[in-house]
């Protein structure tokens, strides 16, 4: 079994400021984990991607997540916020699963960008 | 330009009609999906099919169905058994092979049914 858990619904930060957008997951495998971004009434956008290579990944515009394993932690950071960067991000686990690999999507965590 | 293509953007519908939402892909991708998406509630899985002429249920299939006769091609049929069909609608595709599971999303199609 697997699940994903956003820890906050909504983050709020100023232009210019850092983002920390927090994902847990738990699965019974060695996971792939995923974020995507989603600007309004519009399809998700794959940001970065962990498949057992590098614990630290780096993905489009600027943002990069760390995997740490001993805290199931998937956290998306960015250095500096971007009035664009104001969207929806989903945090994702996919693990195999009767020879599947479903993912499962956490709620998603609403990024706010204030100038 | 490879990618997925969700048509139409909007759709509208009188309640007690079937309506069928298309969804096409272009990357060779073997695995496609729906997923439905309310406000507040991120995306959750209404079928999936990870080959041809074969299709799995997700966590919300009732009230609808779906069909995988072509690998480029996976429509949804909203029924009207369907209670809250009211939502918008996105598709997805992926590769089934080891490491290569990120999926690609169409735009969406947003649902309204009165």
């Known amino acids: 079994a697997q699940s994903v858990t956003q820890l906050d619904s909504h983050v709020s930060v100023s232009e210019g400021t850092p983002v920390l957008l927090r994902c847990n997951y738990s699965s019974s495998y060695s996971p792939s984990l995923f974020w995507y971004v989603q600007h309004p009434n519009k399809g998700l956008q794959l940001l970065l991607k962990?498949?057992?290579?590098?614990?630290l990944v780096k993905g489009i515009n600027g943002f990069e997540a760390e995997f740490k394993k001993s805290e199931t932690s998937f956290h998306l950071t960015k250095p500096s916020a971007h009035m664009s960067d104001a969207a929806e991000y989903f945090c994702?686990?996919?693990?195999?699963?009767?020879?599947?690999?479903?993912?499962?999507f956490g709620r998603g965590t609403s990024l706010i960008v204030h100038p | 330009d490879g990618g997925i293509t969700q048509s139409p953007k909007y759709l509208f519908r009188k309640e007690g009609q079937n309506v069928t939402l298309s969804c096409e892909q272009n990357l060779n991708h073997d695995a496609m999906y729906w997923y439905r998406q309310d406000p507040g509630q991120g995306l959750r899985l209404i079928y999936y099919s990870q080959i041809v002429n074969d299709f799995q249920k997700g966590d919300i299939a009732e009230g609808y169905s779906v069909s995988r006769e072509k690998k480029e091609s996976f429509p949804l049929t909203v029924t009207s058994a369907q209670k809250n069909p009211t939502a918008f609608y996105l598709c997805?595709?992926?590769?089934?092979?080891?490491?290569?599971?990120?999926?690609?999303f169409g735009p969406g199609t947003r649902l309204t049914v009165t």
């Open positions: 962990y498949t057992s290579a590098a614990t």
């Open positions: 997805a595709s992926s590769q089934t092979r080891v490491g290569s599971y990120e999926q690609y």
């Open positions: 994702v686990v996919s693990a195999p699963s009767g020879g599947s690999y479903i993912p499962t």
